[in-house]
């Protein structure tokens, strides 16, 4: 018979993810899909060894399932000016081109992963939406700076 671990276990486990890992990354969009990445897609358990070996694996599952739905909800509900801001960070942090991370991430749509399993369908709703609006800003200002860029480049002089 497994036992429940205890809400302390839980607690400090949560405090030690966010602590140890969760701050080392760069904001909750990035801190979102890390903790969606820990996740068994077939069982959907999380598992992270390092929580488990300091608590117990029942406990950092928990406190990752926990950190992964709180993330999750502040996003949904966080302002859409900043839910941007985050998607642009974290796809230049991963100094690949811009516009072909863009085109990947509306082609894949891998940010489904993100979604924490037990969620509100409304939620998840908007939070793809959310994606779905910050990726067309993102790609319509890209756009916009290579144009600008281009048109700032001086013109050749004809015959010279």
Known sequence: MKSQPKRMDIEAAKEDLKTRTLSQLGNDFARLLYLSSLRDFSTGEYHHHGLAACFSESAASRALTVCHQELFYSLV??????????????????????????????????YNTAVPSACDPMAADLFRSNIK??????????????????SASPRPLLGL
């Open 77 to 110: 509900l966080s302002p859409l000016e900043s839910f941007v801001v985050q998607i642009d960070r974290f796809i230049r942090s991963t100094h690949k081109d811009y516009e072909s991370v863009l085109s990947a991430s509306e082609k894949l749509q891998a």
């Open 133 to 150: 609006i910050a990726m067309e800003l993102l790609k319509s200002s890209q756009s916009f700076q290579e144009r600008k860029s281009q």
